[in-house]
């Protein structure tokens, strides 16, 4: 899960390093930087999870999915059960 801080941290690179978010969806600008981190499995059992920053359109609800390591969020090692 992201701090507030971090949730903070997201939202100021995406408006320092990138256009205003625009959802490709409905097109409004509406974003919020959801708390939870995505984690995708890798098919190697002796690879970590694939983690992405999730921001949601809070009008029609599309997600989209960012790397954190590229925003320098410091992130603990994800876990993933079986």
């Not at 600008?29 to 190697?44: E, F, H, I, K, W």
């Not at 002796?46 to 960012?66: A, K, L, P, Q, W």
Request: net charge negative; with cysteine.
């Amino acid at each position: 899960m992201l701090t507030p801080e971090q949730q903070q941290a997201v939202a100021q690179h995406l408006n320092t390093r990138a256009q205003q978010p625009t959802c490709p969806v409905c097109g409004t600008t509406s974003m919020r930087v959801q708390r939870d981190v995505l984690a995708l499995p890798t098919a190697g059992a002796d690879t970590s999870d694939i983690r992405r920053v999730i921001i949601t359109c809070t009008y029609c609800g599309h997600d989209m999915h960012f790397d954190p390591d590229v925003m320098g969020l410091s992130l603990p090692p994800s876990t993933s059960e079986a």
